[in-house]
Structures are given as structure tokens and as C-alpha cells.
């Protein structure tokens, strides 16, 4: 089933997204931070197995894209609960539109202070695959100094869409529960949490809210890693920022 875009980009807004992160995470060049959450509900007429997850229970997939301040930028409902991360991404309009380079955002640029030219990503976590336009950390052992800096770094800037989903589920606490009623019921549900969320971050600010955020409440993986080789473009644009990174190291609690 297709995807509902709740809360979209403004053209002119994707500037000051990417400032917000380099600024307050220390991550330049980033447009946000994308995951997925599996939210529950009833298995829906004549679906099969397509909602049923790796956990044993029938949900629909919420990939959100959050700014530095724990808002939703963008976010698509209506995953197959059977998806990983790496598939919701694929098969939404985000993507799309990023292949197609219909969204607007900026143009590459030179980091901050430097000569050295690179475009603007989305971050993730290593259950989405290694694009042009999406950064993942580096798996497995044995990693280099430089790419341990550089998932460190990622890690520490992906924070905040971890805590968006944790902010909205201690809040709305159908969230943790199955959500009996049908699909586009609980679709429109889930899309109404979201802009509500953003209304009140605008409102009240986002500190009071980290609060009620547990381990728990946060993103749950898919159980499932991308797979298939990177695009060697993915690759080399990495190294661009691994690079930038052991050059411009930080000092901050992890």
C-alpha cells in the first residue's frame, strides 16, 4: 500500500535543518535523521502475511525523517509491517524524489571552513542501505580510527529521530498498544500524532518531553540489515565525510 506524507518539506526550510544539525550534533551537510517504527494494529482484511513482522505480530511501518529539535520533517505511513528499513525507504515518496531529484535541496557545497565540496545527506542507522543521499555507519569489527570517528559521530547526530518516536509514544500510549480498528483508520491515526507532535515541540519546546523518553519508547530494528553492495558514489561520499570528521574531531560524552 502506498505512503502518507504527514508533514512535508518546505523549500526554502531544508537550509536551516541542515544548520540546526551541524550546529547543535556537530553533523554538517545533514538534512536529517531517518528510521522506521513498527506501530501494532489489527491484521488487515485479505493482507496475508505482507503486515506480519519479525516479531510475530501484525503492524504498519512509520518511517519518520526528524530535524534537530525532535520534529518530524517528513513522515511516511503505511510500511508493510514484513519490510525492512531498508524496503519502507525504498518504496516511499522520500526516496523517490530524492532519486529523481525532484526535492529541493541544497546544492553541494563546501564544508564548513574547508575547500572540500560535498552534498546533502540523510543520516540513518545500518538497517537502511548505503546511497548517494544516505549515510549509514560501517559495520562489523576491526573498523579503522577514522570510521569508528565517523559512526560515532552518525550515532550521536541520529539521536534525535530515536527520540522523536520516544517522545510521541510516551505521549500517546496507543502507540505501545494494537490499534483495533482498519488500516486507513489507524494510518490517519498515527498521521495526526505526528502533526500534533510537531504543534506542541513549536509550542513548548522539546526539553520537558526528553523526559518521559525510555529505552523502550525509541526505535526498534527491523532485525534485518541492508543488504546488496553499495554504490561506489555511497562509498566515496562517505569517505568525504570520514575524512572531514578526523580532521575536526570532538570532545563530547557518547
Same mark, same amino acid.
Given at each position: 500500500?502506498?505512503?502518507?506524507?504527514?508533514?512535508?518539506?518546505?523549500?526554502?526550510?531544508?537550509?536551516?535543518?541542515?544548520?540546526?544539525?551541524?550546529?547543535?550534533?556537530?553533523?554538517?551537510?545533514?538534512? /536529517? #535523521?531517518?528510521?522506521?517504527?513498527?506501530?501494532?494494529?489489527?491484521?488487515?482484511?485479505?493482507?496475508?502475511?505482507?503486515?506480519?513482522?519479525?516479531?510475530?505480530?501484525?503492524?504498519?511501518?512509520?518511517? /519518520?525523517?526528524?530535524?534537530?529539535?525532535?520534529?518530524?520533517?517528513?513522515?511516511?505511513?503505511?510500511?508493510?509491517?514484513?519490510?525492512?528499513?531498508? /524496503?519502507?525507504?525504498?518504496?516511499?515518496?522520500?526516496?523517490?524524489?530524492?532519486?529523481?531529484?525532484?526535492?529541493?535541496?541544497?546544492?553541494?557545497?563546501?564544508?564548513?571552513?574547508?575547500?572540500?565540496?560535498?552534498?546533502?545527506? @540523510?543520516?540513518?542507522?545500518?538497517?537502511?542501505?548505503?546511497?548517494?543521499?544516505?549515510?549509514?555507519?560501517?559495520?562489523?569489527?576491526?573498523?579503522?580510527?577514522?570510521?569508528?570517528?565517523?559512526?560515532?559521530?552518525?550515532?550521536?547526530?541520529?539521536?534525535?529521530?530515536?527520540?522523536?518516536?520516544?517522545?510521541?509514544?510516551?505521549?500517546?500510549?496507543? @502507540?505501545?498498544?494494537?490499534? &483495533?480498528?482498519?488500516?486507513?483508520?489507524?494510518?490517519?491515526?498515527?498521521?495526526?500524532?505526528?502533526?500534533?507532535?510537531?504543534?506542541?515541540?513549536?509550542? &513548548?519546546?522539546?526539553?520537558?518531553?526528553?523526559?518521559?523518553?525510555?529505552?523502550?519508547?525509541?526505535?526498534?530494528?527491523? /532485525?534485518?540489515?541492508?543488504?546488496?553492495?553499495?554504490?561506489?558514489? #555511497?562509498?566515496?561520499?562517505?569517505?568525504?565525510?570520514?575524512?572531514?570528521?578526523?580532521?575536526?574531531?570532538?570532545?563530547?560524552?557518547?
Amino acid at each position: 500500500m502506498g505512503c502518507t506524507t504527514a508533514y512535508s518539506y518546505a523549500n526554502s526550510e531544508e537550509t536551516r535543518f541542515s544548520k540546526d544539525i551541524r550546529r547543535i550534533w556537530n553533523f554538517p551537510h545533514c538534512i /536529517g #535523521a531517518i528510521d522506521g517504527k513498527h506501530v501494532r494494529i489489527v491484521c488487515p482484511k485479505n493482507s496475508g502475511s505482507m503486515f506480519y513482522n519479525y516479531k510475530h505480530y501484525f503492524s504498519v511501518v512509520v518511517q /519518520g525523517l526528524a530535524d534537530a529539535n525532535y520534529k518530524f520533517i517528513v513522515v511516511e505511513i503505511g510500511g508493510y509491517g514484513k519490510q525492512s528499513d531498508g /524496503g519502507t525507504v525504498q518504496a516511499s515518496e522520500l526516496y523517490r524524489q530524492l532519486k529523481n531529484g525532484t526535492l529541493a535541496i541544497p546544492e553541494p557545497c563546501n564544508f564548513p571552513q574547508t575547500k572540500t565540496k560535498a552534498p546533502f545527506v @540523510l543520516i540513518s542507522d545500518e538497517a537502511y542501505p548505503l546511497l548517494p543521499f544516505l549515510l549509514k555507519p560501517f559495520g562489523g569489527r576491526n573498523l579503522s580510527i577514522e570510521e569508528e570517528c565517523f559512526n560515532k559521530r552518525l550515532s550521536r547526530a541520529r539521536k534525535t529521530i530515536e527520540c522523536t518516536f520516544g517522545i510521541i509514544t510516551a505521549k500517546w500510549r496507543i @502507540l505501545s498498544k494494537c490499534i &483495533e480498528t482498519n488500516i486507513t483508520t489507524a494510518d490517519n491515526i498515527i498521521k495526526c500524532i505526528c502533526i500534533l507532535h510537531n504543534t506542541i515541540i513549536d509550542k &513548548e519546546g522539546f526539553e520537558r518531553h526528553l523526559s518521559e523518553v525510555s529505552v523502550e519508547n525509541c526505535t526498534e530494528t527491523t /532485525g534485518k540489515k541492508a543488504t546488496g553492495r553499495p554504490l561506489n558514489d #555511497a562509498k566515496n561520499i562517505r569517505d568525504i565525510f570520514v575524512t572531514y570528521f578526523a580532521h575536526n574531531t570532538l570532545s563530547y560524552k557518547t
